[in-house]
């Protein structure tokens, strides 16, 4: 079974394609674009943390993430322009760290 920081990392990985794919959208929203790429930096930045035990900091990092997809979400959501393989590419992102949050804390 992998561990929480394995799935984190996957999930890592999911949010960097969401991005791409919003970035390489040309309907996407400036407002958009900034949204998911701070998700992107946030979502780095918890990785990049991932090396200590602390596993205290790693749910706190799982927390900060969430929060982040919470608002790409809402961006996805309400931006017209974007197409529907992109919208759902940030959705899917934001469940999948939703799931990881519910099963960690």
């Given at each position: 079974m992998p561990t929480t920081a394995e799935r984190f990392t996957r999930i890592s990985?999911?949010?960097?394609?969401?991005?791409a794919a919003v970035e390489a959208d040309a309907g996407s929203s400036p407002v958009l674009i900034?949204?998911?790429?701070?998700?992107?930096?946030?979502?780095?930045?918890?990785?990049?943390g991932?090396?200590?035990?602390?596993?205290?900091?790693?749910?706190?990092?799982?927390?900060e993430v969430e929060?982040?997809?919470?608002?790409a979400k809402?961006?996805?959501?309400?931006d017209l322009g974007i197409s529907d393989a992109a919208r759902q590419?940030?959705?899917?992102?934001?469940?999948?760290?939703?799931?990881?949050?519910a099963k960690t804390i």
């Open positions: 990985e999911q949010l960097e394609a969401a991005t900034a949204v998911v790429r701070e998700l992107s930096r946030k979502t780095q930045k918890a990785v990049d991932l090396a200590t035990d602390d596993e205290a900091a790693l749910r706190m990092a799982i927390v929060q982040a997809a919470d608002s809402a961006a996805a959501e309400a590419s940030v959705i899917d992102g934001h469940l999948a760290i939703c799931i990881l949050k």
